[in-house]
């Protein structure tokens, strides 16, 4: 498991250096980057300059997602499982903030669509965009820029990240109910029943471990960012 996390953290940082290559910056008070330089964070906190340091924090986040959005636990009543997904992106939008912390999820979906089985139940495929808990996929990506928005500027108010994951959970629901009603021809009532309510206490654990890691992480990289 280590040696495909770490495989999986050089495949995206490599990535992420081809489409976002490092910039230089000269002028004085901002980082700079040479070949004698060791690699640091540009801000006091998670933003939007990318440095060495960022991508393989991105590269990181998306392999953590990778590990636990496979590992999940099915109930009778219902077709979607409870996936630890979740789980992964509430730590990265902690780690990156909303913009990284969403190209992190971004990664994610790509690797599983293009044939890793990164989704739940160790599947993957393009193909699993159309089948009954595609909307929930789709749905990571609002739930990452609403919560990291929230986590972001909000840095020291907890109640409000609870409430920004909340948001982004709520719409995630909205995307994955609309969508497993539709495929599986159920109302949006039946839907909601079978597709959100079984999981709410899940998924405000969830909310609970991500803030109790997330927070000291977050904190240490503003230290390290000073």
């Given at each position: 498991?280590?040696?495909?996390n770490?495989t999986?953290?050089?495949?995206?940082?490599?990535?992420?250096?081809?489409?976002?290559?490092v910039?230089?910056?000269?002028?004085?008070?901002?980082y700079?980057?040479?070949?004698?330089?060791?690699?640091?964070?540009?801000?006091?906190?998670?933003?939007?300059?990318?440095?060495?340091?960022?991508i393989?924090r991105?590269?990181?986040?998306?392999?953590?997602?990778?590990?636990?959005?496979?590992?999940?636990?099915?109930?009778?009543?219902?077709?979607?499982?409870?996936?630890?997904?979740?789980?992964?992106?509430?730590?990265?939008?902690?780690?990156?903030?909303?913009?990284?912390?969403?190209?992190?999820?971004?990664?994610?979906?790509?690797?599983?669509?293009?044939?890793?089985?990164?989704?739940?139940?160790?599947?993957?495929?393009?193909?699993?965009?159309?089948?009954?808990?595609?909307?929930?996929?789709?749905?990571?990506?609002?739930?990452?820029?609403?919560?990291?928005?929230?986590?972001?500027?909000?840095?020291?108010?907890?109640?409000?990240?609870?409430?920004?994951m909340?948001?982004g959970?709520?719409?995630?629901?909205?995307?994955?109910?609309?969508w497993?009603?539709?495929?599986?021809?159920?109302?949006f009532?039946?839907a909601?029943?079978?597709?959100?309510?079984?999981?709410?206490p899940?998924?405000?654990?969830?909310?609970a471990?991500?803030?109790?890691?997330?927070?000291?992480?977050?904190?240490?990289?503003?230290?390290?960012s000073?």
């Amino acid at each position: 498991m280590l040696i495909v996390n770490f495989t999986l953290a050089n495949v995206n940082r490599t990535i992420l250096k081809s489409v976002f290559p490092v910039r230089k910056y000269e002028k004085q008070g901002d980082y700079k980057m040479s070949e004698n330089s060791k690699p640091g964070f540009s801000a006091k906190k998670p933003g939007t300059k990318l440095t060495i340091l960022t991508i393989t924090r991105v590269a990181l986040s998306a392999a953590i997602i990778c590990v636990l959005g496979p590992l999940s636990f099915h109930i009778p009543i219902s077709p979607v499982p409870i996936s630890l997904g979740i789980l992964g992106i509430f730590l990265a939008v902690y780690v990156n903030g909303w913009l990284f912390g969403t190209l992190s999820v971004l990664i994610y979906l790509l690797i599983g669509f293009i044939g890793v089985p990164v989704f739940a139940d160790f599947t993957a495929g393009i193909t699993k965009l159309a089948g009954p808990t595609g909307g929930y996929l789709i749905g990571y990506i609002p739930l990452a820029l609403i919560a990291g928005f929230f986590i972001s500027k909000f840095e020291r108010k907890i109640p409000l990240h609870i409430q920004g994951m909340v948001i982004g959970t709520l719409v995630c629901y909205a995307f994955g109910t609309l969508w497993l009603a539709v495929s599986l021809h159920m109302s949006f009532g039946a839907a909601l029943m079978a597709g959100v309510v079984p999981y709410i206490p899940a998924d405000a654990v969830k909310m609970a471990i991500s803030i109790a890691l997330g927070i000291p992480v977050r904190s240490a990289i503003r230290k390290i960012s000073a």
